[in-house]
């Protein structure tokens, strides 16, 4: 039975061109795992398109509760340790609930 990798990323910046920058490295990144046969969430690569088009916030805060819930369902939480994941409040949070939950943590550069 495969795993479901939760990806986390950082993603918020005071420049769009940074957080679409980050968006792509994780799309990028993502999608090579799908051609490894892998199942992958990641909720920057699943909301952003929607968050730009739909009017929702990007902010860790509102989006929590949705990320702790699916990566509770998930194996593994692999980091991406792009420029500005260790100051990354979502990155930061999600590697302390993974900790909190026993989830095995691989670090992706």
């Not at 999608?31 to 952003?48: G, M, T």
């Not at 699916?70 to 260790?86: A, C, E, F, I, R």
Request: charged share 15%.
């Amino acid at each position: 039975m495969r795993k479901l990798i939760y990806v986390a990323s950082p993603y918020s910046s005071p420049y769009a061109n940074v957080a679409h920058d980050r968006y792509i490295a994780t799309m990028e990144y993502c999608a090579s795992l799908v051609k490894q046969q892998q199942f992958v969430f990641s909720p920057v690569v699943h909301w952003h398109p929607c968050a730009l088009y739909c009017d929702l916030p990007t902010d860790f805060h509102y989006w929590k509760e949705y990320n702790f819930y699916m990566l509770l369902l998930s194996d593994q939480l692999n980091v991406l340790t792009l420029d500005g994941w260790k100051e990354s409040i979502g990155v930061t949070g999600e590697i302390a609930f993974a900790q909190s939950q026993n989830i095995p943590i691989c670090y992706v550069t």
